[in-house]
């Protein structure tokens, strides 16, 4: 399975922007998300997935299913917009509680062994500093998920990034 | 010199970041500041708390690492606050400190770049910024005294701010980690985590449950 998250609106002509990605599973602002509350329910009441039932709730498990990720997100500071974020918030069930060291540094343990290539696509008027740290970003949570980040591109506005993610 | 602490945890109480600010609040009246506490846990900015951030000499966020970043929540009070700032003469210099779950304080550096970023566009100074590793520790009921056990290097870290803050000091991040063991640490959290689900009338192995 193939998963976009975007914050695209009606009006930035969101389905142009991934029709070309064909038959995918997308996660986008329908206005009702409820944020991360910071209780970890989703690995010590109902591991895999988030106590909150809403539309996100399963985030965990549905990426458990598949293969690739697109994220499609306005360049807020160099990180995610709070949409997006929100997402990636509700989203840590994917990962075990439980902690192991890779590469010297303290990450979560693996809770699914399936692989996924990440791929990032930024919007919006960005400084270069911006940029550094969205690509730091990306790597780092490709890193924690244990996906393959396999680009990070950037564009002035919604037209630029049509075609930036295949 | 009028100081804002804010508490980004969406945690009603308990939070490491709560704790954090308590332990720095006694430091910055040492300093004869003033400072104020507000909790941001959700995602709109409050139109008084916003009135108060804007007049004060300098703001010091803490908040929890969540993935890789800043929380959701504290990342839209950030957007509204950016564009009340915007608007304004101010001279106010930030500060944020970062707590992760992690043992590694620098797994926090996207996070206190990002704050950086957010100051170039709200127009006002960034100080500098705290990672805290192994930020756990502070978590829950925890009644361990700053500048004690694990808490020395956090407690010179804190000292560090408020003079930071006093004489309105612009530094490198710093990365910090609680004073104990990382294998300890990672033990802890598991035990911590078997006892959270069986108290929630789970079995330790349902904590690897595959949906």
Known sequence: ?166 | MKITLINGSPKPSQSASGRILQFLQPLLESERHENTLHAWRGPDLDSQDALDLCECDALIFAFPLYVDGIPSHLLNCLMQLEERLAHIEKDIKVYAIVNCGFYEGHQARWALAMMENWCHRAQVQWGYGIGLGAGGILAGDNAIPLDVGPNRNLGQALRKLAHSVTNRVSDQNLFITANFPKLLYKLGGEMGWRKNARANGLRARDLSMKR
């Open chain 1, 1 to 166: 399975m193939r998963v976009v998250i975007h914050d695209l609106k009606d009006e930035d002509s969101a389905g142009k922007v991934i029709e070309h990605l064909g038959d995918v599973h997308v996660i986008a602002d329908d206005g009702t998300i409820h944020r991360c509350l910071g209780c970890f329910g989703c690995w010590t009441k109902t591991p895999g997935v988030c106590v909150i039932r809403d539309a996100y709730g399963d985030m965990g498990a549905l990426f458990s299913k598949c293969s690739e990720v697109f994220i499609i997100s306005k360049c807020c500071y160099g990180g995610f917009s709070p949409f997006v974020k929100n997402v990636l918030d509700r989203s840590i069930s994917y990962v075990h509680p439980y902690f192991v060291n890779k590469d010297g540094e303290m990450h979560h343990k693996r809770r699914y062994k399936n692989h996924v290539r990440l791929q990032v696509s930024f919007y919006g008027e960005t400084t270069e500093q911006e940029r550094e740290t969205a690509k730091g970003v990306a790597q780092s949570i490709a890193t924690n998920l244990w996906w393959d980040l396999a680009g990070v591109s950037f564009g002035d506005d919604i037209a630029d990034i049509r075609g930036a993610i295949s």
